[in-house]
């Protein structure tokens, strides 16, 4: 990822908001766009406006493909981070519904409850422990939902995030919180055939996507010790970046209990995708 400086940063922040002002006045059809936060409050690992109204968008795709219901529908996002999902998710959840955001992260729960209206928002946060975003807490707990409540969950660059028994733990708890017959729509470095046919494109840098520095999407070094999941080695805390294998993700289906109905994978592997990550579809 390229850095902006401080000053740069300054100057984006001051451009940002004249340019904000402007933009809203010619919304005309995605009127959910309006949520996207300054760039001050927008995290995981996208900065950009276009790129969150880019991303919004094809989640809102997946999310109307995934919904039995298209209004009044309960979901639950799962690493909420600032809301991107949050937006997309909006015209799913009016007539009704609900949108829970849970995180680990306090700062980030307590932005998007004074940013993002209550009904139809709400935000959760989650004592669960990461090495990365919240290495005070301790222990995973069952999440504060009951059982067979969620029409939807969504996991947006969460279980990229999650070393094995952390990754077992939350989709177990995925399968808890669904309704019979509902899905899950979760994002992550999936490590199968396609990562290693292409993987001397990322190696040296020259692939046809070329999306970050030499090496960055190598997953070579044994996360904890497993067998199945792997994180590049300018990860010095893993859980910065996690990849998982197809005996990884086979031993995730069988811990849950839920069925892998689509995958769609994504252009981090140097081959055009609907996202960067590659998106799986699971079911109850």
């Known amino acids: 990822m390229n850095t902006p400086s401080k000053t740069e ?11 904000v002002l402007l933009d809203r006045k010619q919304i005309r059809r995605t009127k959910n766009i309006r949520l996207i936060p300054l760039v001050e409050n927008r995290f995981g690992g996208k900065l950009s406006y276009a790129e969150w109204a880019h991303v919004i968008g094809i989640f809102q795709t997946l999310i109307y493909l995934n919904t039995r219901e298209r209004l009044g529908n309960t979901i639950l996002d799962i690493g909420c981070g600032t809301g991107l999902l949050a937006i997309a998710s909006e015209p799913f959840v009016s007539g009704g519904g609900r949108y829970l955001g849970l995180d680990v992260k306090r700062e980030v729960i307590e932005f998007c409850r004074s940013h ?3 009904p139809p928002f709400e935000f959760i946060h989650s004592s669960g422990a990461n090495a990365v975003y919240s290495p005070g807490q301790r222990g995973q707990k069952a999440w504060p939902l009951e059982d067979s409540s969620v029409d939807l969950v969504t996991a947006l660059s969460v279980w990229s995030h999650l070393n094995e028994d952390d990754a077992q733990f939350y989709l177990q708890e995925v399968k808890r919180v669904l309704r019979p017959n509902s899905r899950a729509i979760i994002t992550g470095f999936r490590l199968d055939h396609l990562y290693y046919d292409h993987i001397e494109e990322r190696s040296d ?3 046809l996507f070329n999306f970050s520095r030499q090496n960055q999407w190598i997953f070579d070094q044994p996360t904890y010790g497993s067998a199945s999941w792997y994180h590049p080695k300018w990860a010095d805390i893993p859980e910065k970046a996690i990849g998982f294998t197809d005996k990884g993700l086979e031993k995730l289906i069988a811990t849950s209990g839920l069925k892998l109905i689509e995958y769609h994978p994504g252009c981090w592997k140097e081959i055009p995708g609907i996202f960067f990550q590659d ?3 699971f079911e109850r």
Not at 9 to 19: C, D, N, T
């Open 9 to 19: 940063f300054e100057v984006y922040k001051r451009l940002e908001k004249e340019y």
């Open 205 to 207: 840098d020259q692939g």
């Open 279 to 281: 998106i799986l579809i």
């Open 116 to 118: 993002y209206p209550s």
